[in-house]
């Protein structure tokens, strides 16, 4: 006689493999992100990083702290943020996207022959990078972002141009702000004028913890102007008689 074995799997037993599972992969998913550069908090740009190339360079050998890491080209400080990019070398043609790693603290892009050194190109890309103490260009480039004047060290040689040291562009050229406000350099060639403690708003002219009471005076100041003459004209034009009617005058 055979006998039919069954093997009955209960919602509750689903239930636990489904949480084992997710535990597992939870795990695991912590351990690859530890272990790969590419899972960082958005300083690092795996693209630029590799696309030349991810052997280490001598550029990165003498400027790269040796407590710091190195991802390809990339150059980053114990906190996983990229602060610098060795792209020397890379056959570019234009200056690429930078905008999303504005912590960095130097540039190469030495032994680039075909650069667009156009001020449009190259000074604009440089907008908001505060931190930009190093930027090495090729020859071909004439002016350091911004202009040689807002550079402490700028020296033009047969194969590269390197720009040191960034100065403050508000003194440099003597840039001023509104009243409540106060300049702050943002990148070669550019600034821009943030608020003093205690205001804000447009032009800096409105205090904190007034806007609010300001607002709702102004609401109902408006409101009385325009609600109380629509009033009275609505009570000359109507007229109600005694039978219930509305008469128009």
Same mark, same amino acid.
């Given at each position: $006689?055979?006998?039919?074995?069954?093997? =009955?799997? /209960?919602?509750?037993?689903?239930?636990?493999?489904f949480? +084992?599972?997710? #535990?597992?992969k *939870?795990?695991?998913?912590?351990?690859?992100?530890?272990?790969?550069p590419?899972?960082?908090? @958005?300083?690092l740009?795996?693209?630029?990083?590799?696309?030349?190339?991810?052997?280490?360079? *001598?550029?990165? *050998?003498?400027?790269c702290?040796?407590?710091?890491?190195?991802?390809?080209? %990339?150059? &980053?400080?114990?906190?996983?943020?990229?602060? @610098?990019?060795? +792209?020397?070398? %890379?056959?570019?043609?234009?200056?690429?996207? &930078? /905008? =999303?790693?504005?912590d960095?603290?130097?540039?190469n892009?030495?032994?680039?022959?075909? +650069?667009?050194?156009?001020k *449009?190109?190259s000074?604009?890309?440089?907008?908001?990078?505060?931190?930009l103490? !190093? #930027? #090495?260009?090729?020859s071909?480039?004439?002016?350091?972002? @911004? @202009?040689?004047?807002?550079?402490?060290?700028?020296?033009? $040689?047969?194969?590269?141009n390197?720009?040191t040291?960034? !100065?403050?562009? %508000?003194?440099?050229?003597?840039?001023?702000?509104?009243? =409540?406000? =106060?300049?702050?350099?943002?990148?070669?060639?550019?600034?821009?004028? +943030?608020?003093? /403690?205690?205001?804000?708003?447009?032009?800096? &002219?409105? !205090?904190?913890? $007034?806007?609010?009471?300001?607002?709702?005076?102004?609401?109902?100041?408006? /409101?009385?102007?325009?609600?109380?003459?629509?009033?009275f &004209?609505?009570?000359?034009?109507?007229?109600?008689?005694r039978?219930?009617?509305?008469?128009?005058?």
């Open positions: $006689m055979k006998v039919k074995s069954t093997f =009955h799997v /209960s919602a509750r037993d689903h239930v636990l493999v949480f +084992l599972a997710c #535990i597992v *939870d795990c695991f998913g912590q351990l690859l992100s530890k272990s790969s590419s899972k960082l908090d @958005g300083q740009d795996e693209y630029l990083c590799t696309f030349c190339g991810t052997a280490k360079t *001598d550029f990165l *050998d003498k400027y702290n040796q407590n710091f890491l190195t991802y390809g080209r %990339c150059c &980053l400080n114990p906190s996983n943020v990229t602060i @610098g990019i060795d +792209l020397g070398n %890379c056959s570019l043609t234009n200056v690429p996207k &930078l /905008s =999303h790693i504005e960095i603290s130097w540039l892009f030495a032994f680039n022959p075909n +650069l667009n050194c156009n *449009d190109n000074t604009t890309t440089f907008k908001g990078f505060q931190n103490q !190093m #930027i #090495i260009l090729p071909k480039c004439r002016s350091c972002p @911004g @202009g040689n004047g807002l550079w402490r060290y700028h020296n033009r $040689m047969i194969s590269f390197n720009c040291g960034q !100065m403050n562009n %508000c003194q440099v050229l003597n840039r001023t702000c509104p009243t =409540h406000s =106060h300049c702050v350099s943002n990148g070669p060639g550019f600034y821009e004028c +943030l608020c003093s /403690s205690g205001y804000n708003e447009y032009r800096c &002219l409105i !205090m904190n913890g $007034m806007p609010l009471v300001l607002t709702l005076c102004a609401i109902a100041g408006a /409101s009385f102007v325009i609600i109380v003459p629509i009033w &004209l609505i009570r000359r034009r109507k007229k109600i008689n039978s219930g009617y509305v008469v128009i005058e």
